[in-house]
């Protein structure tokens, strides 16, 4: 039924107003992972990133998230219909299957690594917790059903006292956690980000050391976060690394003086994952995105870009704040 009026609702033009209506707010997209058939969990296929990208060539205009900053800074109304993608952790799946696609319909993109990830110290404890979800008898946590949950529970837990308890789930399933990460979860090589930045098209930008979660961490923790990550990929990249990614990136995740710390640490913005669509007086700090994974099926892309989801948003907003300053008459 929703999807019957989702195709209603395009069909009588509303896609379409609500694209020309917000045609000076950008959208910036999240991406993270990607498989050839969308089987990794929460990938987007091939051939539904070819889809998006082919409905985003005919509907908006593609920019860098550095031009798209630049816009903001300078205070100047956007440029009508602008798009920037961004891609998040700096798996190899970036560079095997969509950079091709990047190159095939010349769009830019910034890809956000975690350095410690990228030089193999460590993978990403995300992708533990994934992959011990993949593996027999999984423990009742990471069913399908409740392992949102579980994330969410590990994000609030210092990193030391997380990595135990994931280390603890792998004792009681009885297998142990690869040293090297398993080809889906493996990491880009500094000649493959390279590689990608020699093309034009490929921004790199930080996504911190080790992929804290920044409201677990004490403020000198969150400067090392912030900095060492930056020295690393200069370091080894030879480019300027000018945007940083907060991990997890939602309200509860970071504090308004993290904000301040991006800022400081030299960065010329930074990213959220909160949902929403950046205009001209936006905080080039605390920019929103659009998130798109393997869940997301064409129809309910279309309505997010367009800026339907956008403008629902604002009307569930302004229906809650009618019904509580009722509730307070009253």
């Known amino acids: 039924m929703k999807r019957f009026a989702l195709k209603v609702l395009q069909r009588s033009g509303l896609f379409a107003l609500a694209r020309n209506t917000s045609a000076r707010m950008a959208r910036i997209l999240m991406y993270h992972n990607f498989s050839q058939a969308g089987d990794a969990y929460g990938a987007v ?6 889809q998006q990208l082919g409905y985003l060539r005919q509907h908006f205009q593609f920019v860098s998230l550095t031009q798209l900053v630049e816009q903001l800074k300078s205070g100047r109304p956007l440029d009508t219909h602008s798009i920037a993608l961004t891609v998040d952790d700096g798996r190899r799946n970036f560079h095997d ?38 593996q027999p008898l999984p423990v009742e946590d ?7 949950q579980f994330f969410q529970r590990m ?27 398993p080809s889906k979860y493996a990491p880009c090589s500094w000649l493959e980000l390279r590689r990608m930045v020699d093309s034009g098209l490929v921004e790199i930008g930080s996504h911190s050391v080790t992929h804290p979660i920044f409201s677990s961490l004490r403020d000198e923790e969150c400067w090392w976060e912030l900095t060492a990550s930056r020295t690393q990929i200069e370091s080894d990249l030879g480019r300027k690394v000018e945007s940083f990614c907060f991990p997890n990136g939602k309200p509860t995740d970071y504090c308004p003086r993290h904000l301040l710390q991006v800022k400081s640490a030299g960065y010329s913005s930074a990213v959220l994952t909160h ?10 700090f605390s920019l ?6 393997g869940r997301t099926d064409f129809l309910p892309f279309k309505k997010c870009v367009d800026g ?8 569930r907003a302004a229906f809650r704040l009618s019904s509580f300053v009722g509730d307070d008459l009253t």
């Open 45 to 50: 296929s091939v051939e539904a990133a070819r």
């Open 97 to 134: 299957l969509l950079f091709p696609l990047l190159l095939e319909f010349q769009v830019p993109a910034t890809f956000f690594v975690v350095s410690s990830f990228i030089r193999r110290e460590d993978w990403l404890w995300t992708d533990k917790v994934l992959w011990l979800a993949e």
């Open 142 to 148: 990471l069913l399908p059903d409740n392992i949102e």
């Open 155 to 181: 994000n609030r837990l210092r990193p030391e006292t997380r990595n135990v308890h994931i280390a603890s789930l792998a004792t009681r399933m009885r297998v142990a956690i690869p040293q090297e990460p």
């Open 275 to 284: 949902f929403g669509m950046p205009c001209r007086g936006s905080d080039p």
């Open 288 to 293: 929103p995105r659009i998130g798109v994974s």
């Open 308 to 315: 339907v989801e956008y403008y629902q948003e604002k009307l």
